[in-house]
């Protein structure tokens, strides 16, 4: 089930170097789960921008007082269509597409788990975390970002959810420091899942440690993705299937959630490389 | 006032003249999980090659101003990979589906052609599309849609291999420099309709630095709806004048709704593809029916065939 509505901006603040908004969109809070995306179109009918920009939920409520709304975080200095939402105002109406894709699976047992985010990828977390607390996992985060601005969900998650380490680049980039925060978070509660959302770069760091500390490693892919519903094919990633063989799936619609191990990350960066190298 | 809005292109009959155009339709399953499948009158299936080729680098695709840039080495799935007892376009069949051919020579359409054939994959299949912008290898990568003589053959070896109740629509390039010469190779050949256009030849760069590499593109988007309307309007006038034989026009490129389909229509198109617009926004599909026959009455007409050519008479 899918939903697409107008949405009414009805909060927006800023968080850090962020951009928190808060739409109407009534029916989405009643079917999505921590990890589902939301589609939603750039600019006004005399737009120049053509692709849409697909970001996680962060939260939703359903139809209540104000008939049920989605929240998301943007961060306006990434690209136009997210300055263009960065931008939007009280009552400015929006086009969003919501739930899409698949969410983060939830353990059957109440196991130890590490969850681990970057910048506004990191939006998820902390909802993911009720969930999981609510089973009666053991959870503990951590938030990572490029300076003290781009930390998203500090203080929300250590009012809920209490354990949490943030993590800032050090003298070699933000790489070490993260490896070092998630084998210390592994360790210490012996996490048997680590749930990670985050760019390629930081998920091909932390899955491949995760893994051989011996968890699962269930990641969202933070992506660029032009539709969100998996028309357009610009969002593919390789991962091995159970033959053995590498198939490109769609971030968008096949995941974002993915389990860490399946993706070939070597070939997944390499085609992103020009992308990268082009941001930096 | 009740408004007839079927047409038919080149024998296939739709029950409204809009499609969604290869590779931005998906199989079907994706519009009907946004539950606006059933206002299509047509899907055009992504690329069909005779075997799969595999992402070999990431589909980049990047925003120009009023379009898409797309890089034109598109992953295809093979007719020898699909299986014959689960064809991905199976359970849309409310809607007629094209599948899209694409090829590097003649010999490969034509191998596509016979394995959607032989495989019986064309089981539910109303038409095929054959995607002449490929570069051809033989040609030194020009796209097939640039050379008569290429086009014209592609599109016989096709038709060669596909039962004459299946409709052959050649997909041409909009920037040669007579799409008319283009359009006429590939109707002597066989085709029963032409589209236009292709994405527009472009290049892909995302900075300047040595180490990026620019790459060979495609440029589509509402930014090209002039064009599309040019070339539909050239062939039109130059059926009307004789110059080519009596075929179906279907517009693509830049049309983004009812209103701008109504005016490729009048330009001389009996339908209409949606690419880009898809992408931005698949709510589109369901507001176009309402926005053409706005058009339709607001002209005091009742059927949409009247719309067709209405520029030319
Ligand atoms: S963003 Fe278009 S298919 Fe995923």
């Known amino acids: 089930m899918t939903v697409a509505v107008t949405g009414e901006l009805i909060a927006t603040r800023k968080v850090g170097a962020f951009t928190h908004l808060t739409f109407v969109a009534p029916g989405v809070g009643e079917i999505a789960r921590p990890g589902h995306l939301v589609s939603v179109a750039v600019g006004d009918a005399v737009s120049a921008l053509v692709a849409r920009r697909t970001v996680p939920l962060h939260a939703v409520t359903p139809s209540g007082t104000y008939g049920g709304t989605v929240d998301i975080v943007v961060d ?18 929006v086009a969003l597409i919501a739930p899409l894709g698949r969410a983060f699976p939830l353990p059957q047992e109440p196991l130890p788990c590490l969850v681990v985010g970057v910048d506004t990828a990191a939006a998820p977390l902390a909802w993911q975390a009720r969930a999981l607390r609510d089973r009666g996992c053991p959870v503990e985060l951590v938030v990572a970002g490029s300076d003290d601005r781009h930390l998203f969900g500090v ?27 998630v084998r210390a978070g592994v360790r210490r509660q012996d996490a048997a899942i680590v749930y990670a959302a985050a760019r390629a770069q930081e998920l091909a760091v932390v899955t491949p440690l995760a893994e051989s500390l011996g968890a699962v490693t269930q990641v969202a892919i933070h992506e660029d993705m032009p539709c969100g519903t998996g028309l357009c094919s610009a969002c593919t990633l390789p991962v091995r299937g159970r033959d053995d063989r590498v198939h490109s799936i769609r971030a968008c619609s096949d995941g974002p959630i ?23 | 006032m009740s408004v007839n809005l079927r047409v038919s292109v080149g024998g296939l009959r739709l029950t409204s003249p809009v499609m969604a155009a290869a590779g931005c339709g998906g199989f079907g399953h994706e519009l009907a999980r946004l539950g606006v499948l059933e206002h299509l009158g047509a899907l055009v299936t992504p690329s069909i090659s005779a075997s799969s080729h595999p992402t070999q680098h990431r589909v980049r695709l990047t925003e120009a101003p009023s379009s898409l840039v797309l890089p034109t080495d598109w992953p295809t799935i093979g007719t020898d990979t699909m299986q014959p007892t689960r064809v991905p376009w199976e359970g849309e069949q409310g809607v007629p589906v094209v599948a899209s051919l694409v090829g590097s020579t003649s010999g490969e359409f034509a191998q596509a052609a016979a394995g959607l054939r032989r495989r019986t994959l064309l089981r539910g299949v109303g038409g095929v599309e054959v995607n002449l912008a490929c570069p051809d290898a033989g040609n030194k990568g020009i796209p097939f849609s640039y050379a008569d003589f290429a086009a014209t053959k592609v599109i016989a070896r096709v038709r060669e291999e596909l039962p004459r109740n299946v409709p052959v629509l050649a997909k041409l390039s909009a920037d040669v420099s007579d799409v008319v010469e283009i359009a006429r190779g590939c109707v002597k050949s066989g085709a029963e309709a032409v589209v236009v256009t292709s994405p527009l030849r472009a290049l892909s760069m995302t900075g300047v630095r040595l180490s990026l590499p620019a790459r060979s593109a495609g440029l589509s988007g509402p930014a090209l709806l002039p064009v599309t309307l040019r070339a539909v309007h050239d062939l039109a006038a130059a059926i009307r004048d004789g110059r080519l034989p009596p075929v179906a026009i279907v517009a693509v490129g830049g049309i983004s709704n009812g209103h701008d389909a109504a005016q490729a229509m009048a330009a001389g198109a009996s339908a209409v593809q949606l690419g880009t617009a898809l992408i931005h926004d698949p709510g589109a599909l369901r507001t176009f029916r309402d926005e053409l026959v706005a058009d339709l009455q607001a002209l005091g007409l ?10 030319h008479r």
């Open chain 1, 76 to 93: 306006g200095d990434r690209d136009p269509g997210m300055r263009w939402l960065a931008d939007r105002r009280v009552h400015d109406e």
């Open chain 1, 155 to 181: 203080v929300e998650a250590r009012r809920t959810i209490g354990n949490v380490t943030v993590v800032t680049p050090g003298e070699t980039g933000l790489h070490e420091p993260l490896r070092a925060a």
């Open chain 1, 258 to 280: 993915v389990r860490g191990a399946r993706v070939v990350w070597d070939q997944y960066l390499a085609g992103l490389a020009g992308e990268l190298e082009a941001r930096a």
């Open chain 2, 302 to 311: 009742h059927d949409v065939q009247q719309l067709v050519g209405l520029v």
